[in-house]
C-alpha cells in the first residue's frame, strides 16, 4: 500500500514537471519540437521501466531530467548535419511562454535560474548554440543544475577534468558575448523608437536607434524570403527593414514579448508571419535576429 501511494505521489510530480522539462530541452536545442519529443522520449523511457527498477530510483524527477540530458546531448551531436543542409541561417525558434520567465529572486530549485527572464532571452540561446553539444551540456548541468563534474562526465562520456574545462569554456562565452546591460525598460524603450521609425520610415530615427555596427540575422528556412547572409552595418540593416515593409504594405508590427525581453512581432491580417528579437547596449540596437520561418513560428498564430 505504501509502495502504491508512492506511485501515485510520483506520477502527480513527474506530469507536474512537463512544463518545466520542455522548457529545459528547449535551451538544449533550441526547438519547441525537438524539445517537445526529447520530454516525451523521456516519458516512454520511464514507462518501460519494470516496477522493480521504478522501485530502486529514489527521485524521479531527478531521473527525468538526467534521463532528458542524455537525449538532448544525442540529439545535439545529430543536429550539426541537419544544419549543415539548412537554406541560410539558422535561428533558435522564438517562444512568448511568459510562464517559463520567473524572477530568479523567486526561485528556489536551482533549474528554475535556468527559466528566468534573462536565462531564455535569444542573446543566450544564440550562444548557447554556438557552443560544442558537450561544452553546452556541462556549463548547463554544472552552473544551473549544480552537478558534480563526475555525474556529467557519465552523460557526455569525458573525464571530470574535462567536462570542468568545458564548463569554464561556456561560462566564459557567456560573459564575453551574451553581455545584457540594458534595464527592460530601456530596452523596450528603444524597440519602441525602432518600431516608430521603422513604420513611418523615418531614416533620420533609424539612424538614431541602430548601433553604426549593428548587425541582423534572418531564418526563412529556405521557405520565405529572407537574407541569405548576416546583415552587417546600419545602412545595410536600414534598407532592409525599409525595403521589407514597402513590399508588404499591409504589415502590423506590434509591441510584445520575445523570449521573455521586449520584441516585436509582425502579423498580416492578424497571421504572425515575423518575430523580431533584439540586443540593446548603450541606449543602441546592436543585434537583430529576425525569424521568418513559419515552421518556427507555429505556436505564434
Same mark, same amino acid.
Given at each position: 500500500?505504501?509502495?502504491?501511494?508512492?506511485?501515485?505521489?510520483?506520477?502527480?510530480?513527474?506530469?507536474?514537471?512537463?512544463?518545466?522539462?520542455?522548457?529545459?530541452?528547449?535551451?538544449?536545442?533550441?526547438?519547441? !519540437?525537438?524539445?517537445?519529443?526529447?520530454?516525451?522520449?523521456?516519458?516512454?523511457?520511464?514507462?518501460?521501466?519494470?516496477? +522493480? $527498477?521504478?522501485?530502486?530510483?529514489?527521485? !524521479?524527477?531527478?531521473?527525468?531530467?538526467?534521463?532528458?540530458?542524455?537525449?538532448?546531448?544525442?540529439?545535439?551531436?545529430?543536429? *550539426?548535419?541537419?544544419?549543415?543542409?539548412?537554406?541560410?541561417?539558422?535561428?533558435?525558434?522564438?517562444?512568448?511562454?511568459?510562464?517559463?520567465?520567473?524572477?530568479?529572486?523567486?526561485?528556489?530549485? !536551482?533549474?528554475?535560474?535556468?527559466?528566468? +527572464?534573462?536565462?531564455?532571452?535569444?542573446?543566450?540561446?544564440?550562444?548557447?548554440? *554556438?557552443?560544442?553539444?558537450? $561544452?553546452?551540456?556541462?556549463?548547463?548541468?554544472?552552473?544551473?543544475?549544480?552537478?558534480?563534474?563526475?555525474?556529467?562526465?557519465?552523460?557526455?562520456?569525458?573525464?571530470?577534468?574535462?567536462?570542468?574545462?568545458?564548463?569554464?569554456?561556456?561560462?566564459?562565452?557567456?560573459?564575453?558575448?551574451?553581455?545584457?546591460?540594458?534595464?527592460?525598460? $530601456?530596452? *523596450?524603450?528603444?524597440?519602441?523608437?525602432?518600431?516608430?521609425?521603422?513604420?513611418?520610415?523615418?531614416?533620420?530615427?533609424?539612424?538614431?536607434?541602430?548601433? $553604426?555596427?549593428?548587425?541582423?540575422?534572418?531564418?526563412?528556412?529556405?521557405?520565405?524570403?529572407? +537574407?541569405?547572409? !548576416?546583415?552587417?552595418?546600419?545602412?545595410?540593416?536600414?534598407?532592409?527593414?525599409?525595403?521589407?515593409?514597402?513590399?508588404?504594405?499591409?504589415?502590423?508590427?506590434?509591441?510584445?514579448?520575445?523570449?521573455?525581453?521586449?520584441?516585436?512581432?509582425?502579423?498580416?491580417?492578424?497571421?504572425?508571419?515575423?518575430?523580431?528579437?533584439?540586443?540593446?547596449t548603450a541606449g543602441k540596437?546592436?543585434?537583430?535576429?529576425?525569424?521568418?520561418n513559419p515552421e518556427k513560428?507555429?505556436?505564434?498564430?
Amino acid at each position: 500500500m505504501v509502495y502504491e501511494d508512492r506511485v501515485c505521489e510520483d506520477r502527480t510530480k513527474i506530469y507536474s514537471e512537463r512544463s518545466k522539462l520542455e522548457s529545459l530541452a528547449y535551451r538544449f536545442l533550441g526547438t519547441m !519540437p525537438d524539445a517537445e519529443d526529447a520530454v516525451q522520449e523521456t516519458y516512454l523511457r520511464w514507462y518501460k521501466l519494470t516496477q +522493480a $527498477e521504478r522501485k530502486q530510483i529514489v527521485s !524521479p524527477i531527478a531521473w527525468q531530467r538526467t534521463t532528458l540530458t542524455r537525449i538532448c546531448f544525442d540529439k545535439l551531436k545529430s543536429a *550539426k548535419s541537419k544544419r549543415e543542409v539548412y537554406i541560410g541561417e539558422w535561428l533558435p525558434e522564438p517562444v512568448s511562454h511568459n510562464e517559463w520567465c520567473g524572477s530568479v529572486s523567486e526561485l528556489n530549485d !536551482p533549474v528554475d535560474h535556468l527559466i528566468s +527572464a534573462h536565462s531564455v532571452s535569444m542573446a543566450l540561446m544564440i550562444v548557447l548554440d *554556438k557552443m560544442t553539444p558537450a $561544452e553546452r551540456v556541462s556549463f548547463i548541468l554544472h552552473d544551473v543544475f549544480q552537478y558534480s563534474f563526475e555525474e556529467i562526465g557519465e552523460i557526455v562520456d569525458r573525464t571530470p577534468q574535462a567536462c570542468r574545462q568545458l564548463a569554464s569554456s561556456g561560462r566564459k562565452r557567456i560573459k564575453q558575448e551574451c553581455n545584457i546591460t540594458a534595464s527592460p525598460e $530601456e530596452h *523596450k524603450r528603444v524597440n519602441h523608437a525602432f518600431r516608430n521609425a521603422w513604420i513611418t520610415g523615418n531614416i533620420k530615427e533609424l539612424i538614431a536607434v541602430l548601433d $553604426e555596427r549593428a548587425s541582423a540575422v534572418t531564418d526563412g528556412g529556405g521557405i520565405v524570403s529572407a +537574407a541569405i547572409e !548576416p546583415l552587417f552595418g546600419r545602412d545595410a540593416i536600414i534598407n532592409f527593414f525599409l525595403s521589407a515593409f514597402e513590399r508588404q504594405h499591409d504589415l502590423q508590427i506590434e509591441e510584445g514579448m520575445v523570449n521573455g525581453e521586449s520584441g516585436l512581432i509582425g502579423k498580416v491580417a492578424g497571421h504572425t508571419i515575423t518575430v523580431i528579437s533584439t540586443h540593446v547596449t548603450a541606449g543602441k540596437i546592436n543585434e537583430i535576429w529576425v525569424m521568418r520561418n513559419p515552421e518556427k513560428l507555429t505556436a505564434w498564430h
